[in-house]
């Protein structure tokens, strides 16, 4: 039975989000680990409306706070350790991983 831990890494800072992915790669690349991706998607801006004050009748706001999230996605299969060491590290700040782990069992086998 096989693991395929798929990484989803989110940040507003793109040149840390790529440092961080190009790391991986050649860590999975070091460790001969079969690793699909990085897969982009496509930047997300977001929104967030500013009031002026703290109370909730009045109605005046800042301007909104507009920023932009960009998304890249990694898989690996097998290399459980490699994966763990990944999921595990301590990354910036900036930087927001998830990682999901899906076992996959062979052709033919039964549960």
Known sequence: MTFVTR????????????GIVEDIKSSAERKG?????PHSHPPEKLSVPQRCRLHGDDDRRF???????????????G???????IASQN????????????????AGRGN
């Open 7 to 18: 990484l989803t890494l989110q940040s507003g800072d793109r040149a840390a989000l790529d």
């Open 33 to 37: 680990a079969a690793l699909k991706g």
């Open 63 to 77: 301007d909104s706070w507009e920023y932009t999230v960009f998304t890249r996605e990694l898989e690996i299969h």
């Open 79 to 85: 290399h459980d350790s490699l994966a763990r060491n």
């Open 91 to 106: 990354f910036p700040d900036s930087v927001h991983i998830e990682a999901e782990v899906e076992q996959i069992h062979g």
